[in-house]
């Protein structure tokens, strides 16, 4: 079946540093979203990628979608104390709407 | 955007007993989403509801132990049946107007079965 894979799970960044999360697919995608979810809240959509190659920037993040769209990426530049919390990929390959959750990288910022 | 409220926020209940978890969305949607989600772990999507319709449960979730109603287009229950500690975490419930949109996450519900 569908896998969603996500590393790091775990990543420990200096405010100011740039960091990057990566998702992979075991299959090809037809999107790709991106959450965040703050610690005790819920998950908030940030991004979706639907074609190839695309690249979408939302300030300090920028969100890449693979030419073969089987993986993705998340950079975050810069990273302030607001960037703390959990980001969550999730890919989607049939047409009820499932999203395939990955594991998540938990990212906290040091000042 | 779409804001979704979840009754209630938290329970304690006790084993073998049974409890009704709400999810109210402020504008009319297609989807309706309940996942799982362990603390510090990813989220499990545990049906899929839609109006009119059965829900779709996924591998490992039953209708007999999660029963889903989703009797309009702004409203919807998960039932965690006969609970166990095992059933102890937090349920989601979100919306999507289409298959292909992003969905939109209630607070969630803190579940702990004693």
């Known amino acids: 079946g569908q896998q969603v894979m996500q590393i790091p799970q775990y990543q420990h960044v200096q405010e100011g540093e740039d960091f990057t999360t990566y998702c992979n697919s075991s299959?090809?995608?037809?999107?790709i979203q991106w959450y965040k979810q703050r610690p005790g809240g819920h998950p908030v959509f940030l991004i979706q990628l639907v074609k190839s190659g695309e690249v979408k920037k939302q300030k300090r993040l920028t969100f890449q979608f693979g030419e073969a769209k089987k993986n993705s990426s998340l950079h975050i530049t810069a990273t302030q104390t607001t960037d703390v919390g959990t980001y969550f990929c999730?890919?989607?390959?049939?047409?009820?709407?499932?999203?395939?959750f990955g594991a998540g990288t938990q990212v906290v910022v040091t000042p | 955007s779409a804001v979704i409220s979840q009754k209630p926020s938290r329970d304690i209940c006790q084993r073998g007993t049974s409890l009704t978890i709400q999810c109210q969305v402020d504008?009319?949607?297609?989807?309706m989403f309940w996942y799982r989600q362990q603390p510090g772990q990813s989220l499990t999507l545990i049906a899929t509801a839609n109006q009119g319709s059965e829900a779709t449960y996924e591998s490992g979730f039953v209708i007999d132990k999660f029963p889903i109603s989703r009797p309009n287009l702004t409203f919807s229950t998960l039932t965690v049946s006969n609970m166990s500690p095992e059933d102890s975490s937090i349920y989601l419930c979100?919306?999507?107007?289409?298959?292909?949109?992003?969905?939109?996450f209630g607070p969630g519900t803190r579940l702990t079965v004693l």
């Open positions: 979100s919306s999507a107007t289409s298959s292909y949109n992003e969905q939109f």
């Open positions: 299959t090809t995608l037809s999107n």
């Open positions: 999730a890919g989607q390959t049939d047409s009820w709407g499932k999203l395939q």
């Open positions: 504008s009319q949607v297609t989807m």
